[in-house]
């Protein structure tokens, strides 16, 4: 379990170097999650259409290691936008990963960007 959590780690969008074509803005359902492969990893994407923004995260829920989350109910609390699994319904920021049931689990967090109707997520390697 731990070899899969190693693969993800929270990048922000001016560390990233690389920036992968995820697909096209129509590609992704809104207020839902689609989810991606880029090299080892499974990428959720978020196109959050009641905040007009878009996130993306680790698909790997950390609790159990499913790769579920892009299956996931986008929400907010607080605010801050976040995912809830939809095994257990533990959920996560969007923003930064952090648990919001106050657990010690926490996810990776990617950049995305829309140029010209392309999704782009940014990685560092
Ligand atoms: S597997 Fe995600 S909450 Fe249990």
Request: net charge neutral; charged share 25%.
């Amino acid at each position: 379990m731990e070899e899969i959590l190693n693969q993800y780690e929270t990048v922000h969008a001016s560390d990233a170097t690389i920036w992968f074509k995820a697909g096209k803005v129509e590609d992704f359902p809104t207020n839902r999650g689609g989810c991606i492969k880029y090299k080892n990893k499974q990428i959720a994407i978020f196109n959050f259409t009641r905040r007009n923004e878009w996130y993306a995260c680790q698909n790997a829920c950390p609790h159990k290691m499913e790769m579920v989350l892009s299956r996931g109910m986008t929400g907010s609390a607080d605010d801050i936008p976040k995912i809830a699994c939809p095994m257990h319904k533990k959920t996560f920021s969007l923003i930064d990963g952090t648990s919001l049931n106050g657990d010690d689990y926490k996810i990776a967090t990617y950049p995305i960007k829309i140029v010209e109707n392309e999704v782009f997520v940014g990685f560092v390697d």
